[in-house]
């Protein structure tokens, strides 16, 4: 029983387990990193009720990187969302989109780096600063950036919004910040520390039996 037990072929399965528990335990922690952003936070994808306030502004207090999502929440029927490019942007043009959401609860994958342009499906309500502008970093790994991506330059005929006093970066004021990452969530560290805990027990078990 016991050379069954440590025969080449039981130990070429376990060594196959423990690789499989790896690589998931991986993929999963990577995972973690990722966070959803709530654009505009408690208010959702609306027209401003405040005249001073521009989406952008939102954006500036918040780090975007590869991976990360982004999710507009809006009375479906009544709003949409748009990716749209540069121009469009700028020009509050709805007839040619990237891509159209109308859900009422759009989850939009930052899957590259560089700028994101999205407006409302109603041009409007894009007139009237119901747009934003996220830019995405390029290398998740790096923490060590200390400014802020600059962001592009405000349409003719509207005031560039000026940074927001306070501003969320790699180098985090110390002063306290009410509402961290702006109503971003994330996979928990403690349920990391769980996935961790489960798969050192399954080596565990693995190698006892």
Same mark, same amino acid.
């Given at each position: 029983?016991?050379?069954?037990?440590f025969?080449p072929?039981?130990?070429?399965?376990?060594?196959?387990?423990?690789?499989?528990?790896?690589?998931?335990?991986m993929?999963?922690?990577?995972?973690?990193?990722?966070?959803?952003?709530k654009?505009?936070?408690?208010?959702?994808?609306?027209?401003?009720?405040?005249?001073?306030?521009?989406?952008?502004?939102?954006?500036?207090?918040?780090?975007?990187?590869?991976?990360?999502?982004?999710?507009?929440?809006?009375?479906?029927?009544?709003?949409?969302?748009?990716?749209?490019?540069?121009?469009?942007?700028?020009?509050?043009?709805?007839?040619?989109?990237?891509?159209?959401?109308?859900?009422?609860?759009?989850?939009?994958?930052? +899957?590259? !780096?560089? #700028?994101?342009?999205? &407006?409302?499906? %109603?041009?409007?309500?894009?007139?009237?600063? /119901?747009?934003?502008?996220?830019?995405?970093?390029?290398?998740?790994?790096?923490?060590?950036?200390?400014?802020?991506?600059?962001?592009?330059?405000?349409?003719?005929?509207?005031? +560039?919004? !000026?940074? #927001?006093?306070?501003? &969320?970066?790699? %180098?985090?004021?110390?002063?306290?910040?009410? /509402?961290?990452?702006?109503?971003?969530?994330?996979?928990?560290?403690?349920?990391?520390?769980?996935?961790?805990?489960?798969?050192?027990?399954?080596?565990?078990?693995l190698?006892?039996?």
């Open positions: 029983m016991a050379d069954n037990i025969s072929s039981n130990n070429k399965k376990r060594s196959l387990h423990v690789a499989g528990l790896v690589i998931c335990l993929l999963l922690m990577q995972k973690g990193d990722a966070t959803q952003f654009v505009g936070g408690s208010q959702g994808w609306t027209v401003p009720t405040d005249p001073n306030f521009h989406y952008n502004q939102w954006a500036e207090r918040n780090r975007f990187q590869i991976g990360d999502s982004l999710l507009f929440v809006y009375p479906p029927g009544q709003d949409s969302v748009l990716h749209v490019n540069q121009e469009d942007y700028n020009n509050c043009n709805t007839e040619s989109p990237v891509e159209k959401f109308s859900d009422g609860n759009t989850v939009v994958n930052l +899957s590259q !780096s560089g #700028p994101f342009y999205f &407006v409302s499906g %109603n041009k409007d309500r894009c007139l009237k600063k /119901e747009k934003l502008l996220v830019i995405v970093l390029a290398d998740r790994s790096n923490q060590t950036r200390t400014g802020s991506p600059s962001p592009a330059p405000a349409p003719a005929g509207e005031e +560039s919004p !000026s940074p #927001p006093a306070g501003t &969320v970066d790699i %180098n985090p004021s110390p002063a306290p910040v009410s /509402e961290p990452r702006s109503g971003a969530s994330s996979i928990s560290i403690s349920s990391i520390s769980s996935l961790a805990a489960f798969t050192a027990s399954s080596l565990l078990l190698f006892s039996a």
